[in-house]
């Protein structure tokens, strides 16, 4: 599940090499500048998935060796309203739902080692390269990032807040597609963690079935820009909470493959899909914007399971998972 370094050299001679430059923001708020790195978070692979070769979020595991460093850019581009100030208080609210989103449009790069490997011509035919990066992080940003109204009469929860959600400082994002094993995988990359490396695998898109390949090419790359978005409980958030967020994401973009489907076994952190439709379940129960505030609570503290999902939803993650399994049995009667 490792890439192979022979695959990896970016310098060789006969790479024909595309970088396509979709939007350029690269000045990251100075208050961002303290939020403590991603750390690795080792997982077990489930079946039918989205195989993850190497671990998200993991500095220096990249094998880049001579690919030039980063560069600045200059002007911000806010999707939405951006907040500028975020904060954990909950907001004053007057009543209006605010809407306001957070991800500010990093520099994008599409690079294609192999632009003569049919996978190439795949994704070059199945999705628009120059906006398919941009889109997905817009959808991400409304899901994981848009200021919901908690208040509402369907939440259950303690304390009903409000919350001003705050991305990670991702400063680029470099989408490489390459001749390797496996599906694809985010990493930081060598020089900074803020800049990130989403590598997908030619191999893998030539296999896609004609009919899919859209969906399933937006659903992967979605999938691991949610991990160049999401936060991780400083470091100790489990693997298949991660996974399954990134997932859940990829559901609300209706970008999930046909053989995803409800199940209970493997507990509530089985990852991916499993765990997607479990916080599908909690974002239903609780209220929208619940898989929201799992992510900026990810954010706020250190992921301790017991406290973390008592305050959040009331009662410990295994009750929940309890009644999700509950609602799964019933619907199966
Ligand atoms: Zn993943």
Redesign the pocket.
Known sequence: MTCPDSDHNLSEADDLNIHLIVSAVDNVAEENKDQPKPTPFPMPLPPNT?P?PKP?FMPGMSHRTEAPAPTSTAIPVPLQNHEDTASDEPTKTNGEAETSSSIELPRLRLHIQDIGHEGSSVFLSAVNASTVLKTSIEDISKHLYTNPTFASAHSTTPTPTRIRPQPPPTRSVTLILRDMDGVAYTTGSDLDSDHKEIHFSLRYIRSIAASRQTAEITGVVT??LV?CYQWNGKGKAPGGLI?GI?DWVRLQCDLAPPHWKREVAGGWDAGYQHTAYFLQYLEERFGEGTVCRINNKLRQERYEEKPFWTELLGRPVEQLFEDYQGTIEKKKE
Request: aromatic share 0%; hydrophobic share 40%.
């Open positions: 989205t993850a998200v999938h691991e991990h996974e990134a």
